[in-house]
């Protein structure tokens, strides 16, 4: 992996990993992105993604290392329906 410290370094990890997961999915986006820690040196990125599949609309929260480019985590925040 490299490091990742840019938007699109950001969108393409997270791409990666969300296809890894969950399969082909549609509308993906990224909602939030935030720098941990949000003062001082930055180590990872907390990254909240968008995304839909089989007609339900998932929200994704990733934690992305900036200089491995890995996701030490992914957890599922919320599925809904849209209207």
């Known amino acids: 992996m ?12 997270s791409k990666r ?3 890894a997961l969950y399969g082909e999915v549609t509308d993906f986006r990224i909602n ?3 720098a941990i820690p ?3 040196p ?4 907390d ?3 968008n995304f839909m599949l ?3 609309k998932y929200t994704v929260d990733l934690f992305i ?13 919320d599925t809904m329906t849209p209207l």
């Open 2 to 13: 490299a490091q990742v410290s840019t938007p699109e370094e950001i969108e393409s990890v």
């Open 65 to 77: 290392d900036e200089k491995s480019g890995e996701v030490s985590h992914a957890q599922l925040i």
């Open 42 to 45: 930055r180590f990872a990125w």
């Open 38 to 40: 949000e003062k001082g």
């Open 54 to 56: 089989n007609e339900l």
């Open 17 to 19: 990993v969300i296809t």
């Open 32 to 34: 939030t992105t935030f």
């Open 47 to 49: 990254v909240k993604v």
